[in-house]
C-alpha cells in the first residue's frame, strides 16, 4: 500500500498535479483533499486506467481519513500571489492552513513524506517542522519544501542562453525559494564559462524572479500551476522512487532543515554560517527521505555575492515561521 494525499487538491496546482500523479505506478492510493470540490475532482481522476485508486475528501472533517497512513503528504493548499505581492505577502493566510494540514499529518500520517509546496516555503517548511516537534514525531530527514520549479525553470532558462538541451540541463538551485533567496550556481553549469557578466546576471535574475513572469501574465489569476505540478510531481514520485523501490543516486535540491545531515550539512555551512537552519540543498534521497546532505561545491565571487544578499532574508522568514508556532505569532 503506498498512499500519497494531495492537500489543496482541487487547485491550479492540486489538479494537474494529482492528474500527473494518478500517472504512476508507484502509488496504489491517490487520496484527494480540499475545502472544496474534491468528490468531482476525485470522479474524473478515477476513471483513468491506472493502478491507484482516487478517493475525494471535502472539509475538516474528512482530513483525518484523507490523511491516515499516507506515505507522502503533499501541500499546495492557500493562496497564490497576484500581481505586486511577494511570496512573504501570503504568510498571513497560508500560515494557518499548513499549520492545521501539518497537525493532521502529525497525528494520523506521522511517519510521512512531507512535500510542501505552500508559499512562503522558507517560512512554511519551518512551520511543519515546529507542529511535528510539538507531537513528538519529528524527523527532519522527512520534511521537505518542493524548490523544484526554481530547478526546472533554471534549466529552461539557460538552455536559452546556452544552446544545451534543456530537459538533460542541471542547474544547481541552493538557498531559499523567493527573489533574492533563490541561489542557482550557474559556474558550475557546463557551457556558462562562455557567457559575458551581463548575460549570467541577467538570467541569474530571471531565475530569482522567474515567477513574477507568470504572475504577471496571468494578470490576477494566479501565479504558476502548471509548470509547478509539473514540479510537484518530480519531486514527490522521486521520493517514491528513492523510498519505495529503493532506486539509489537520485538527487534533487530541496529545502531541508540542515540537522536532516548534519554531517553532509558542513560544507554548506563553511559558506552560511551556522545561523541558518533551513537551506535548500543538493540531497540524495533514500528510503527514509534524505539519504545524504552533499556539498554545494565551488561557488564563483560573483555567487558569493548573491549568497550574502539572501543570508538575512531567508533567516528572517526562517524565525517568522518558527515563531508563528513556538509563539503563536
Ligand atoms: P489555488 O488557489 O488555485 O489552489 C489552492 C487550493 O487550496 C484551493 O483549491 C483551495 O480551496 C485550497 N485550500 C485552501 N485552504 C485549504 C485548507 N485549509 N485545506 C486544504 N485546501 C485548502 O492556488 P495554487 O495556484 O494552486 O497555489 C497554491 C499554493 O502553491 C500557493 O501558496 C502558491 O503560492 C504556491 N506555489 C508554490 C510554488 C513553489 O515553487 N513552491 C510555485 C507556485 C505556487
Do not use: W
Request: glycine content about 10%.
Amino acid at each position: 500500500m503506498v498512499k500519497v494525499t494531495v492537500c489543496g487538491a482541487a487547485g491550479g496546482i492540486g489538479q494537474p498535479l494529482s492528474l500527473l500523479l494518478k500517472q504512476s505506478d508507484l502509488i496504489t492510493h491517490l487520496s484527494l483533499y480540499d475545502i472544496v470540490n474534491t468528490p468531482g475532482v476525485a470522479a474524473d481522476l478515477s476513471h483513468i486506467n491506472t493502478k491507484s485508486k482516487v478517493t475525494g475528501h471535502v472539509g475538516a472533517a474528512q482530513l483525518e481519513e484523507a490523511i491516515k497512513d499516507s506515505a507522502v503528504v503533499v501541500i499546495p493548499a492557500g493562496v497564490p500571489r497576484k500581481p505586486g505581492m511577494s511570496r512573504d505577502d501570503l504568510f498571513k493566510i497560508n500560515a494557518g492552513i499548513v499549520r492545521d494540514l501539518a497537525v493532521a499529518a502529525a497525528k494520523f500520517a506521522p511517519k510521512a513524506f512531507m512535500c510542501i509546496i505552500s508559499n512562503p516555503v522558507n517560512s512554511t517548511v519551518p512551520i511543519v517542522t515546529e507542529v511535528f516537534k510539538q507531537f513528538g514525531v519529528y524527523d527532519p530527514k522527512r520534511i521537505f519544501g518542493v524548490t523544484t520549479l526554481d530547478i526546472v525553470r533554471a534549466s529552461t532558462f539557460v538552455s536559452e542562453v546556452t544552446g544545451a538541451e534543456a530537459s538533460t540541463l542541471r542547474v544547481p538551485v541552493v538557498g531559499g525559494h523567493s527573489g533574492v533567496t533563490i541561489l542557482p550556481l550557474l559556474s558550475q553549469v557546463a557551457g556558462t564559462d562562455k557567457l559575458t557578466k551581463e548575460q549570467l546576471e541577467k538570467v541569474t535574475n530571471r531565475i530569482q524572479f522567474g515567477g513574477d513572469e507568470v504572475v504577471k501574465a496571468k494578470d490576477g489569476a494566479g501565479s504558476a500551476t502548471l509548470s509547478m505540478a509539473f514540479a510537484g510531481a518530480r519531486f514527490a514520485l522521486n521520493v517514491l522512487e528513492a523510498s519505495v523501490k529503493g532506486t539509489s543516486n537520485i538527487v534533487e535540491c530541496t529545502y531541508v532543515h540542515l540537522d536532516a545531515d548534519k554531517e553532509g550539512a558542513k560544507d554548506t555551512k563553511t559558506i552560511i554560517g551556522d545561523n541558518v537552519e533551513y537551506f535548500s540543498v543538493p540531497v540524495e534521497l533514500g528510503a527514509a527521505g534524505v539519504q545524504k546532505i552533499l556539498p554545494i561545491g565551488q561557488i564563483s565571487t560573483y555567487e558569493k555575492e548573491l549568497f550574502a544578499a539572501a543570508v538575512p532574508e531567508l533567516t528572517g522568514n526562517i524565525s517568522k515561521g518558527s515563531a508563528f508556532i513556538t509563539e503563536g505569532a
